[in-house]
T-cell receptor
Framework: QKEVEQDPGPLSVPEGAIVSLNCTYS??????FMWYRQYSRKGPELLMY????GNKEDGRFTAQVDKSSKYISLFIRDSQPSDSATYLC??????????FGTGTRLTIIP | NAGVTQTPKFRILKIGQSMTLQCAQD?????MYWYRQDPGMGLKLIYY???????DKGEVPNGYNVSRSTTEYFPLRLELAAPSQTSVYFC????????????FGPGTRLTVL
């Protein structure tokens, strides 16, 4: 079983819709969770990170962690065409390395 | 600050050739990383470094070598290039190992024919 699993998509939604992106993880040790956004032909950039269970909001983005079910989610409200990108979840297992999911490619249709 | 820079942007190699992918960061970060990204496969860690003179293998180190003589530079060496090394290579750096925000370069697209 992979340490971090993510549905690769692709996912297409109309502009203004709420987007839900999801990952599951298998190892419960030391739990920082991150979401990176990667535009086409660019390097990934950190979008949000969270340590605890529950929700963390930043503008139109909400990161949610459910440690009991080992499930992490990213919600995007009022989605915009500029949100079209690949979203990668990542987990820090308490050392200097991150484990990334495979990424979900998202397209927002105007 | 330029952040993390990578050269070249693109490169085509013939099977058996060698090359060095360059990576530099101007943020004085201790930690540096090399990843490869293949379609639908996410980011795979090749090598990483926690400081000058210290390197360690990641998930997919075979066919690659690294060195880190200074804080700023972390070159990745490909010896005897193979078609399986066709990929996009990203260099990244970070300051700490807690939540470990990694800053990525723009990538090098490598094709081995």
């Amino acid at each position: 079983q992979k340490e971090v699993e993510q549905d690769p998509g692709p996912l297409s939604v109309p502009e203004g819709a709420i987007v839900s992106l999801n990952c599951t993880y298998s190892n419960s040790a030391f739990q920082y969770f991150m979401w990176y956004r990667q535009y086409s032909r660019k390097g990934p950039e950190l979008l949000m990170y969270t340590y605890s269970s529950g929700n963390k909001e930043d503008g139109r983005f909400t990161a949610q962690v459910d440690k009991s079910s080992k499930y992490i989610s990213l919600f995007i409200r009022d989605s915009q065409p500029s949100d079209s990108a690949t979203y990668l979840c990542a987990k820090n297992f308490g050392n200097e390395k991150l484990t990334f999911g495979t990424g979900t490619r998202l397209t927002i249709i105007p | 600050n330029a952040g993390v820079t990578q050269t070249p942007k693109f490169r085509i190699l013939k099977i058996g050739q060698s090359m060095t992918l360059q990576c530099a960061q101007d943020m004085n970060h201790n930690y540096m990383y090399w990843y490869r990204q293949d379609p639908g496969m996410g980011l795979k860690l090749i090598y990483y470094s926690v400081g000058a003179g210290i390197t360690d293998k990641g998930e997919v180190p075979n066919g690659y070598n690294v060195s880190r003589s200074t804080t700023e530079y972390f070159p990745l060496r490909l010896e005897l290039a193979a078609p399986s090394q066709t990929s996009v290579y990203f260099c990244a750096s970070s300051q700490d190992s807690s939540y470990n925000e990694q800053f990525f370069g723009p990538g090098t697209r490598l094709t081995v024919l």
